[in-house]
Structure formats: structure tokens, C-alpha cells
Nanobody, 123 residues
Framework: QVQLVESGGGLVQAGGSLSVSCAAS????????MGWFRQAPGKEREFVAS???????YYADSVKGRFTISRDNAKNTVYLQMNSLKPEDTAVYYC?????????????????WGQGTQVTVSS
């Protein structure tokens, strides 16, 4: 049973940067696609970015060019570097693991989820 624990969230001003991490335990992440999702108050959880086992990436249009997903299989950790943050990026950010190939973007392709970390961007 894998456990995913996000960290690194916080409060940042618009235009600033923040990096969040997702540490996995109980199973190696190598060979799995990993993804980041977010959920703002009153809204549905939405796809942010995903990375396949070999490092291929895919981003939501809303974050493309500003966010970077990466992975360190040796540390069993996935990262999301967020630059040029906007107030609309405010949400709880969740990491997730998928046994499917490629860079999945749909929630139902992910089988394990972290508890989330809050990111708040002030204007």
C-alpha cells in the first residue's frame, strides 16, 4: 500500500514562486505515472500536470509555461515547481499515482492519492 505525502504549500504573493513535493512510501514510484491535481473551494478537482515513468510531461493549459513537474525516482519523490503564480492558482494541491501508461489527465486513472497541501496566492 503506497502512501503519498505532499509538503511545501503555503502563502505567496501573486507573481511569486512555490515548490511542492510529494514523497511516496510503501512502494517505489518508478514505473508509475505521477500527477498533480488541485481543488479550489466550491470547485471540482482538476488536472494540473502529469509525468510518465520516463520523464515525459503533460500540463493543463492554465499552467503551461509556468509550472514544471519533475520526479526523482531515487528519492521516491515528485515535485511541482510553480512560477508566476496567480490568485486563481489558489487551491489544495494533491499528488496521485497511476498504474496506466503515458501521462494520464483523468482522475479515474489514478489509484492512490495524497492528503493535499494548501497553496494560497494573494493579490
Amino acid at each position: 500500500q503506497v502512501q503519498l505525502v505532499e509538503s511545501g504549500g503555503g502563502l505567496v504573493q501573486a507573481g511569486g514562486s512555490l515548490s511542492v513535493s510529494c514523497a511516496a512510501s510503501g512502494r517505489t514510484i518508478s514505473g508509475y505515472a505521477m500527477g498533480w491535481f488541485r481543488q479550489a473551494p466550491g470547485k471540482e478537482r482538476e488536472f494540473v500536470a502529469s509525468i510518465d515513468w520516463s520523464g515525459g510531461t503533460y500540463y493543463a493549459d492554465s499552467v503551461k509555461g509556468r509550472f514544471t513537474i519533475s520526479r526523482d525516482n531515487a528519492k521516491n519523490t515528485v515535485y511541482l515547481q510553480m512560477n508566476s503564480l496567480k490568485p486563481e492558482d489558489t487551491a489544495v494541491y494533491y499528488c496521485a499515482m497511476s498504474p496506466y501508461g503515458g501521462t494520464p489527465i483523468y482522475i479515474n486513472r489514478y489509484v492512490s492519492w495524497g492528503q493535499g497541501t494548501q497553496v494560497t496566492v494573494s493579490s
